[in-house]
């Protein structure tokens, strides 16, 4: 799957990124915060080596899911890729820093990956070979740079809502927790985040609340149900070296470029955010 575009504070396009050897990635930009959901496969991203598809099959153990080397062999089987991981095989390209990072968010995130491949799974049932509709395209910016963040002040929403980045990135309200990220799902992101100092962008699904564990179960029930993801334009671009702590420098003029803190556009509005599932 293609990475996704790094710079834009809206931009919704993707774009064909080519990430460093794994040689040339210093350890240490594991450290950044972007990478705390999958610090725990640390040997799996700083070893001196590659793991193959099958060692690292063996070592997620995915429930249900076996990784299969992605090669001329499996892809004669003509499926679809999210439809090949509705039967219980995950294409998985040998040496890639792209797949690697897709199979530790399957592991590391398994009730939103679920989610996103049954409503795939759906869409892709419901159209004509080939086609694709606006719906699928969210669920793949989603896939590909997708970011969970709660909020329990709803003036944060206010700040996001009008683009006003330096309402949104007080160190205040990210050091107070009324705003937080609860977990980094885009796998594309965490690809360009090796080469340090890029200008990401996530595009976020927002639950509002103050139980941060709730947030993920929310996020994948309301996938399932057809809640969230129906349009690209449904998703809330956030320019994540803006969050204070993300970039080495933060200042003012760092805060003043528009090509990344971008301007709202004329008729741009976001949906609320989900508020957290009951349990019962």
């Known amino acids: 799957m293609t990475a996704a575009t790094a710079a834009g504070g809206d931009a919704g396009g993707l774009r064909r990124f080519i990430p460093p050897l794994r040689a040339a990635v210093d350890a240490r930009v594991f450290e950044h915060p972007l990478f705390a959901g999958v610090r725990g496969f640390a040997d799996l991203l700083a070893g001196p080596g590659w793991p193959t598809v099958s060692a690292l099959d063996s070592r997620l153990a995915l429930p249900g899911l076996q990784l299969v080397e992605q090669d001329a062999a499996l892809l004669a089987d003509g499926l679809h890729y999210e439809s090949r991981i509705a039967q219980g095989r995950l294409a998985t390209r040998a040496d890639n820093w792209h ?3 897709n199979a530790l968010v399957w592991a590391s995130l398994l009730p939103l990956k679920r989610a996103l491949n049954r409503q795939q799974c759906r869409h892709i049932a419901a159209m004509a070979p080939g086609q694709r509709n606006r ?9 590909e740079t997708g970011v969970v963040v709660r909020v ?15 309402a949104l990135f007080a160190p205040s309200r990210w050091q ?24 990401l962008v996530g595009k976020c699904v927002v639950v509002q609340g103050d139980d941060e564990a709730a947030c993920i179960d929310t996020v ?9 993801l129906g349009d690209p334009l449904q998703l809330r671009p956030l320019p994540l070296a803006g969050i204070p702590g993300w970039h080495e420098v933060q200042d003012a003029a760092f805060y003043g470029n528009a090509d990344y803190f971008r301007p709202l556009r004329v008729g741009r509005q976001y949906p609320s955010p989900l508020l957290p599932t009951p349990i019962f």
């Open 176 to 199: 107070g927790g009324d705003v937080s990220v609860v977990a980094v799902f885009g796998h594309a992101l965490m690809e360009q985040a090796l080469l340090p100092g890029r200008l």
């Open 99 to 101: 797949d690697l990072f």
């Open 135 to 143: 719906a699928q395209a969210a669920l793949t910016q989603f896939d």
């Open 152 to 166: 329990r002040d709803p003036s944060v929403l206010a700040a996001w809502d009008a683009h006003h980045w330096r």
């Open 220 to 228: 994948a029930r309301a996938i399932d149900e057809g809640r969230v």
